[in-house]
């Protein structure tokens, strides 16, 4: 099994900066694929960033250009998101996700989920 822990998030004004972080433990193969998926109430989960084991990333459209995945330099199992140019429509429950092989937008599909870290965008 493999555990996540984020770090993060908060209540930043539109237009500011926000770091999410996420340690994963316990069996990573270096397969692995870590994620970030966000959650509004009375919507469905949806990615936000992926990162393959090999570096490859993918982006949901509403925040390309502004957000970034990234793995840790100094931490490993560990990923990043940095959060640029952020907007009220931001505001959600944010979740760091892993599963060893998928790395895909169903969120079905991803097997192990971190508690969720609140992100808060005043306009």
């Known amino acids: 099994a493999v555990q996540l822990a984020e770090s993060g998030g908060g209540s930043v004004q539109a237009g500011g900066s926000a770091r999410l972080s996420c340690a994963a433990s316990g069996t990573v193969y270096r397969s692995t694929c870590l994620g970030w998926f966000r959650k509004v109430p009375g919507q469905e989960r949806e990615r936000v960033a992926s990162i393959e084991s090999n570096g490859t990333t993918n982006y949901a459209n509403s925040v390309k250009g502004r957000f970034t995945i990234a793995k840790q330099d100094n931490a490993k199992n560990a990923i990043y998101l940095q959060m640029n140019s952020l907007k009220p429509e931001d505001t959600a429950m944010y979740y760091c996700?892993?599963?060893?092989?998928?790395?895909?937008?169903?969120?079905?599909?991803?097997?192990?989920w971190g508690q969720g870290t609140q992100v808060t965008v005043s306009a």
């Open positions: 996700s892993a599963d060893l092989t998928y790395c895909g937008d169903w969120e079905t599909l991803w097997s192990y």
